[in-house]
């Protein structure tokens, strides 16, 4: 039983409205094949943005 490790993906999470990429985090590649997309803060706009994985 391998768990650890192989099937985590480092993600960068990427402001759509400025570009900046605000927040590094982790992935479990085959759970979650699609494009994460997530509401948080940009410290650049100074508010809540729509935040995409980049790649
Ligand atoms: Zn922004």
Known sequence: MAKKGEARARIT???TE???ENY???KNKKNTT???ELNK???KCK???LHKEAK
């Open 13 to 15: 999470l990427k402001c």
């Open 18 to 20: 400025c570009g900046e």
């Open 24 to 26: 590094r985090t982790e």
């Open 34 to 36: 699609d494009r994460i």
């Open 41 to 43: 803060f940009c410290s």
């Open 47 to 49: 508010k809540t943005t």
